[in-house]
């Protein structure tokens, strides 16, 4: 036995997109309202959202105030699938279109048929015809949602205390510490403990930061003389969190992890960062889940800001459900070190694909920015982070 999902859409596809990923059913059909059928309207952002094993073959139209045509599409739907499980999800559709469905439910029940009817609310989905335990909360866990989409993900577990404090100073000095790793990465040779020689005489800043790098353990033998600078990294685990961008990747994943709702709840459901397909379908440096919707992120910690990257996270967005995914460009560059032209074509790269670019000024407001995008409100603080507004 098949279970048969018949989905009504008029207004909003969300909770559509939503009860599918939650009922995950083999067969999917969709009645939607002939004016969401335009270019660019709610039956298109509907089948861009779903996970293609999902997508119905085609819709069934009707207009959305005609009772007649609405219980006739459902019994042609229902005949095809006589002895399958069906379930019809009512979601923003047109109240006539609710109707018709549930009158067609309602007889078939009355046959003893195994048919069910449940709608869409901020609770969850809502049973019709159960009387108790009629509210089933749609909890999408972060892997459920990826495998959804094709992606079979392991993620990062947290790192030691050592690295949580390195993150926390290199946060805190920023521009410095970007300079500093700039340097760092740039004469880093070999693999292992190794100690590095830098030909120059290192900055006060940059030199005084290292130092208190050196306190954490995770460089040794720094010193400096007029010609030149020296340290060693003590190992490859060392090496890979401080010269790469997972300082920053973390950073993003325990803001995100220390942010409550207004009813002291997490604002994410579930976090992960550095969340890689084990098929070699991408990494993706922080994914959070909320209400069934997704937040991606990519931090960079390169002296550059490069275009073919917000491509890149783009290209990743659209893979997880086009227009439900939100994503996010984190560079620890700071905007003061970048040329007006510079700036703007940031910006414009970032408008152009709908992505959120954060620069290390920006930084400090990360909680700030997270909560505007979960929350959707385009009149948040800051308002110089621009809200892209989501299916």
Not at 52 to 70: G, H, Q
Not at 190 to 218: A, C, H, P, S, V
Not at 236 to 245: M, R, V, W, Y
């Amino acid at each position: 036995m098949a279970k048969v999902m018949i989905s009504l859409l008029g207004g909003r596809p969300l909770p559509n997109v939503l009860a599918a990923l939650h009922l995950n059913p083999e067969r999917l059909y969709v009645i939607v309202s002939e004016d969401s059928l335009a270019t660019d309207g709610n039956y298109e952002k509907l089948i861009n959202a779903l996970p293609k094993r999902l997508r119905p073959e085609n819709p069934y139209t009707v207009r959305p105030y005609s009772l007649k045509e609405t219980i006739t599409k459902c019994e042609l739907i229902v005949n095809k699938h006589r002895d399958d499980q069906i379930i019809v999800v009512s979601a923003s559709e047109p109240k006539i279109m609710g109707f018709g469905a549930y009158d067609v439910v309602k007889n078939l029940r009355a046959q003893s048929k195994n048919v069910d009817m449940c709608y869409v609310s901020r609770e969850g989905l809502v049973w019709i015809f159960r009387e108790i335990n009629n509210i089933e909360p749609v909890k999408i866990g972060l892997r459920d949602y990826f495998a959804s989409y094709g992606w079979k993900v392991t993620l990062k577990p947290e790192p030691d205390e050592r690295f949580q404090k390195l993150v926390d100073l290199l946060v805190q000095n920023l521009p410095i510490s970007h300079r500093l790793i700039y340097i760092l990465r740039s004469n880093d040779r070999g693999k292992g403990k190794r100690t590095i020689r830098y030909n120059k005489r290192m900055g006060d800043k940059e030199f005084f930061l290292l130092q208190e790098i050196e306190k954490l353990r995770i460089v040794s033998n720094v010193s400096r003389t007029d010609t030149g600078t020296k340290w060693t990294i003590n190992g490859d685990e060392e090496a890979k969190f401080l010269l790469t961008g997972d300082w920053l990747e973390f950073y993003v994943y325990r803001t995100a992890s220390r942010l409550k709702t207004a009813q002291d709840t997490p604002l994410f459901d579930e976090r992960g960062w550095g969340v890689e397909d084990t098929s070699g379908k991408g990494e993706i440096d922080f994914a959070g889940i909320f209400g069934g919707q997704m937040v991606i992120a990519s931090c960079k910690t390169e002296n550059s800001i490069k275009r073919a990257w917000f491509e890149e996270l783009h290209s990743k967005a659209e893979q997880l459900g086009k227009g439900m995914c939100s994503a996010l460009l984190v560079s620890s560059v700071s905007k003061s070190d970048r040329t007006r032209d510079d700036l703007e074509e940031y910006k414009k790269w970032a408008r152009e694909r709908q992505i959120v670019l954060i620069m290390a000024e920006d930084l400090p407001q990360l909680p700030d920015i997270l909560r505007k995008i979960v929350t959707s409100d385009k009149d948040a603080e800051p308002k110089h982070i621009p809200y892209y507004p989501r299916i």
